[in-house]
Nanobody
Framework: EVQLVESGGGLVQAGGSLKLSCAASGFTSGDHGMGWFRQAPGKGQEWVSCKSSRDGSIYYADSVKGRFTISSDNAENTVYLQMNSLKPEDTAIYFC?????????????WGRGTQVSVSS
């Protein structure tokens, strides 16, 4: 059974930083994308960032480019999201996702989410 466990959410003032972590277990090797999407109150899901296992290519939503950085520790099946210069509009539940076979796919697994709240 594939499990994704997120950590690192919290409350921060605008301009602050947070780092999210996601540990994956139970996934057998194979092409996949691993990253984060978010859902703000009253809004739809938005992919924030994703890293492809095949070639290491990385996707960022325009809304977070230059502020967020995704990284991974393949040996530990862990992916991180460093979030800097946070804005109130970044407030959302952030979900870790592992999609197959690559970023952009809607087939895969996701965690329970971690709340990120940014105060103005």
């Amino acid at each position: 059974e594939v499990q994704l466990v997120e950590s690192g959410g919290g409350l921060v003032q605008a301009g602050g930083s947070l780092k999210l972590s996601c540990a994956a277990s139970g996934f057998t090797s194979g092409d996949h994308g691993m990253g984060w999407f978010r859902q703000a109150p009253g809004k739809g899901q938005e992919w924030v960032s994703c890293k492809s296992s095949r070639d290491g290519s990385i996707y960022y939503a325009d809304s977070v480019k230059g502020r967020f950085t995704i990284s991974s520790d393949n040996a530990e099946n862990t992916v991180y999201l460093q979030m800097n210069s946070l804005k109130p509009e970044d407030t959302a539940i952030y979900f870790c996702a592992l999609v197959v076979p690559k970023c952009g796919s809607t087939d895969g697994y996701w965690g329970r989410g971690t709340q990120v709240s940014v105060s103005s």
